[in-house]
């Protein structure tokens, strides 16, 4: 049974869906969420690219990649507080439909030739502000999509559809897009943002959760935040989260300067350092497959406890060596446990979170995983010039091994005692 067949009223029933493999409704969000990303990943690369072709300004082509990531500043938390109040497939609707115009439009004002710098930025500040809106609603409409008992491997999938379209072939997709012309460039996203669109009006139900009474959208944000302050375990993994962020942020914003370059501590060629990088990703990608059987080998608590030591390895492996074969190595082996990572605490918020708030809590969680980042890289540039490269590397592996006090609060206890609170708010 779907869960567009367990409703029987205008509001979204709280039940679960049935427990069954992942549905047909999974996989037509999962289709959607791969147009979505493709796009993405498109947009990241190609728009500054187009932003070339119109300004010569470092700063003023930088500042495209800001205003396309700025509203996960600005708007999270009240992007959270709309989606538990919306139907969360109308928002994802509604987001997919304002960057397919916007781009449509961006499209068509390329090929007249009245398109500017000022008009990219708006371009990328509004499809940001959409992005927002549906990453929150695609985390928090997944337990109203798969059952509870299948959580982990329906996000294991997703987290492997998003990265490979993102990072993978969205990337080199723009450049050929950007080849064929700017237009074409901008065009692209917008055709797939409406194949998703296509793909989302094929998942049936409804999926607003159920209000007792009206609020205000500031005590909503405010409620939100005040369940994931006081909630121990979240409140721990929402820290170290943010902690593992900074630290990686750290070393990737200057690993290029120990990599590449024949003056450089490792010597590689510009296609090397791609290929560097190419191993964390694939080995995040890996993981995203393998995680929920390794939680099952491993159990929870062991499974995140390795996943933190693999980001220790990570980020200071450069620190003890620097031949491209031991990094590349300990980077795939950390990706795929970094993944783990991902899919786990993804699928626990998701379970021990209450529908009505899991747009807001998911939101004020990303919030702080996602602001640690130039937070992260602003250290890693300013350790690398007071105590050169090498320090940076073995500064954020230490940082990276103090998270693991952490784990003295995510227990096997701590988290089935979060799931039976969970079962008893049902």
């Known amino acids: 049974m779907t869960v567009g067949e367990s409703l029987q009223s205008d509001s979204v029933t709280t039940s679960r869906p049935s427990p069954e493999r992942l549905n ?18 498109i947009v990241k690369v190609g728009l500054p690219l187009v932003a070339v072709g119109l300004t010569d300004s470092p700063v003023l082509v930088a500042g495209v990649a800001m205003a396309f990531s700025l509203p996960w500043l600005l ?22 439909t304002l960057r397919a115009a916007l781009f449509g439009a961006t499209a068509l004002a390329v090929t007249l030739g009245v398109t500017s710098i000022w008009l990219l930025y708006v371009v990328a500040f509004g499809a940001g502000v959409a992005e927002t809106l549906y990453d929150t609603s695609a985390q928090s409409i997944l337990p109203q999509v798969v059952a509870r008992d299948v959580l982990p491997q329906a996000n294991g999938r997703l987290h492997f559809v998003e990265l490979a379209a993102n990072q993978f072939v969205g990337p080199p997709l723009a450049g050929f897009l ?29 999926f607003r959760v159920e209000r007792d009474r009206p609020t205000a959208l500031r005590a909503d944000i405010t409620e939100g935040l005040r369940f994931l302050w006081r909630h121990r375990l979240l409140r721990t993994l929402a820290v170290m989260v943010g902690g593992s962020n900074f630290t990686t942020s750290a070393v990737l914003a200057v690993l290029v300067l120990y990599a590449v370059g024949s003056d450089s501590a490792m010597g590689l060629t510009e296609p090397g350092y791609g290929l560097l990088l190419t191993a964390l990703a694939g080995g995040i990608m890996l993981g995203s497959l393998v995680a929920a059987r390794i939680e099952r080998w491993l159990g929870r608590p062991l499974s995140l406890g390795t996943s933190l030591l693999a980001c220790a390895a990570v980020v200071g492996i450069p620190a003890l060596s620097t031949n491209p074969l031991v990094l590349g190595a300990v980077f795939l082996a950390g990706g795929v446990l970094i993944a783990t990572w991902n899919v786990i605490t993804v699928s626990l ?15 004020g969680y990303r919030m702080l995983a996602w602001g640690s980042l130039p937070l992260g890289a602003a250290a890693g540039g300013l350790l690398a010039e007071w105590f050169g490269l090498r320090a940076v590397f073995a500064i954020m592996g230490v940082l990276a091994l103090s998270l693991l006090l952490g784990m003295f609060w995510v227990t096997d206890s701590a988290i089935h005692a979060a799931e039976r609170d969970a079962d008893r708010q049902e």
Do not use: E
């Open 24 to 41: 047909a409704s999974f996989w037509r969000l999962c289709s959607a969420s791969a147009a979505s990303n493709l796009a993405d990943g």
């Open 75 to 96: 708007v999270a938390l009240p992007a959270g507080a709309l989606v538990d109040r919306l139907d969360r497939r109308k928002v994802m609707l509604a987001a997919n």
């Open 178 to 206: 950007v080849a064929g012309g700017a237009a074409l460039a901008v065009a692209g996203p917008a055709g797939l943002w409406a194949v998703a669109v296509a793909a989302l009006l094929l998942v049936r139900g409804r």
């Open 349 to 363: 918020r998701q379970l021990i979170t209450p529908d009505r708030l899991l747009g807001r809590v998911n939101s």
